[in-house]
């Protein structure tokens, strides 16, 4: 059974930095690509970032580009999202995920089928 956990939320200032965390088990880790994702009060739920299986390539949300930044440690079954120059409208749960298709990557929600339970950011100005 594949599990996702998530921590490193927490509240911090407009212009802070976090790190979160997401622990993987339950399968072969570093087959997976890797994604995050976010969602606010009353909105859908959005992509944020996602990482390669090997860590070789990433994307993001235009919204978090050039402040947050992916990255995976394979060997512990983590991947990370350090996100830095805070802002409001970054206040939301955040949420890590994983296909079930191996080695394959993406940027639309509906290709991850494994998902944690999210860590609140909030981002107070």
């Known amino acids: 059974q594949v599990q996702l956990v998530e921590s490193g939320g927490g509240l911090v200032q407009a212009g802070d930095s976090l790190r979160l965390s997401c622990a993987a088990s339950g399968r072969t880790f570093s087959i997976y690509a890797m994604g995050w994702f976010r969602q606010a009060p009353g909105k859908e739920r959005e992509f944020v970032g996602a990482?390669?299986?090997?860590?070789?390539?990433?994307s993001y949300a235009d919204s978090v580009k050039g402040r947050f930044t992916i990255s995976r440690d394979n060997a512990k079954k983590t991947v990370y999202l350090q996100m830095n120059s805070l802002k409001p409208e970054d206040t939301a749960v955040y949420y890590c995920?994983?296909?079930?298709?191996?080695?394959?990557?993406?940027?639309?929600?509906?290709?991850?089928?494994?998902w944690g339970q999210g860590t609140q950011v909030t981002v107070s100005s």
């Open positions: 995920a994983s296909p079930d298709r191996r080695y394959y990557s993406s940027t639309y929600r509906y290709d991850y089928k494994y």
């Open positions: 990482i390669s299986w090997n860590g070789g390539n990433t």
